[in-house]
């Protein structure tokens, strides 16, 4: 079904054709129809907030089309971009199992479509089917490493640069296993990057800069082409 932005409405998670290794997306056949039971489907314009960080949580949403940001703010304003979404990824999981406020706040970058699912049929779908469970769990304990992570990457990374090299490696590790050339496609601007390693966007501009005329990366158009992986993983791990 078409729909607004040009996508297509994924509206029955039982003959969805991208189902993969996510969550919520390669259940069981009976699972996956109480799954298409208790969801209800929406398309969301860019900018659009899906929910927001201190907000108590009403259930969690399955991306199905596009990138959310999750981000942080403090109380003097600053913020700072803790991960992007992508499709197949379950948003506000913490927050609804623990039934405590959001710690996020979770805004489209691009269209897309979610799927959510309230916390109460969230928690009974979890009883019935003990896969479900399990699969939360798990996803639970990655979302703390992942956290682990993060805080290691702003807290103990020497430089901005080690940071800026840390982040462009991990938007597509997979791409580039094997080779010494990768290529993302960039959505995010100079101030969102600057968020998401906790710097300015002048240091961000400057490092681009940098980055470029080591011959580490070149931009054309909205496509980032790392150059030399392997110099960015010593950057890294010296």
């Known amino acids: 079904m078409r729909a607004p932005y040009g996508l ?27 799954l298409n039971e208790i969801k209800s489907t929406a398309i969301y314009p860019k900018s659009a907030m899906l929910f927001i960080e201190g907000q108590q949580p009403r259930g969690v949403f399955v991306l199905c089309v596009g990138k959310v940001k999750l981000s942080t703010s403090s109380s003097e304003g600053k913020t700072i971009i803790t991960k992007l979404s992508e499709a197949g990824d379950v948003l506000g999981l913490n927050a609804t199992i623990s039934n405590r406020p959001y710690e996020v706040t979770a805004e489209m970058i691009e269209p897309g479509q979610a799927n959510f699912i309230t916390r109460d049929a969230l928690l009974q779908f979890m009883r019935e089917y003990g896969e479900v469970a399990v699969r939360v769990a798990e996803k639970l304990s990655r979302n703390y490493y992942t956290a682990y992570e993060e805080i290691r990457t702003l807290g103990l990374a020497s430089s901005p640069g080690e940071k800026f090299a840390k982040l462009l490696l991990s938007w597509g590790p997979e791409k580039g296993k094997g080779n010494d050339v990768m290529q993302v496609r960039l959505t995010l601007t100079h ?9 300015t966007r002048e240091t961000v501009s400057r490092l681009f800069s940098d980055f470029k005329k080591k011959q580490l990366l070149q931009v054309k158009g909205s496509t980032l082409i790392l150059r030399d992986l392997p110099a960015l993983e010593r950057m890294v791990h010296p």
């Open 8 to 34: 297509n409405i994924l509206d029955n998670c039982v003959i969805c054709p991208v189902r993969e290794e996510h969550l919520f997306c390669n259940l069981p056949p009976s699972a996956v129809q109480k």
């Open 191 to 199: 101030e969102e990057i600057a968020e998401m390693i906790g710097t």
